[in-house]
């Protein structure tokens, strides 16, 4: 059974950084796109970012400059580097495939930004 555990996140200050992980077990990665999902609260749940197969990245619009996603097939494992973080990007951040075509999402790392 795929399961996948997501990590990184906790309360920082407006303009501060967090680096999320995700390790996927049960599956290799290195053949998927991979994305980083993420639900505010009272809003559905957005794609933030995706990286595929071959690295090739794409940001929603208002994240591009601020947010880097990487991967590191060896490991299994999908990062998503936050900078310069606002109060509008708190929520529970997830990861899955590209689309996510795993069935069962992780239990997701909260990210706060909070002064």
């Known amino acids: 059974q795929v399961q996948l555990v997501e990590s990184g996140g906790g309360l920082v200050l407006p303009g501060g950084s967090l680096r999320l992980s995700c390790v996927v077990s049960g599956s290799t990665i290195r053949i998927r796109a991979m994305g980083w999902y993420r639900r505010a609260p009272g809003k559905q749940r957005e794609l933030v970012a995706t990286?595929?197969?071959?690295?090739?990245?794409t940001y929603a619009d208002s994240l591009k400059g601020r947010f880097t996603i990487s991967r590191d097939n060896a490991e299994n494992t999908v990062y998503l580097q936050m900078n310069t973080l606002k109060p509008e990007d708190t929520a529970v951040y997830y990861c899955?495939?590209?689309?996510?075509?795993?069935?069962?999402w992780g239990q997701g790392t909260q990210v706060t930004v909070s002064s």
């Open positions: 990286i595929s197969a071959g690295g090739t990245t």
């Open positions: 899955n495939a590209d689309p996510p075509s795993y069935p069962f």
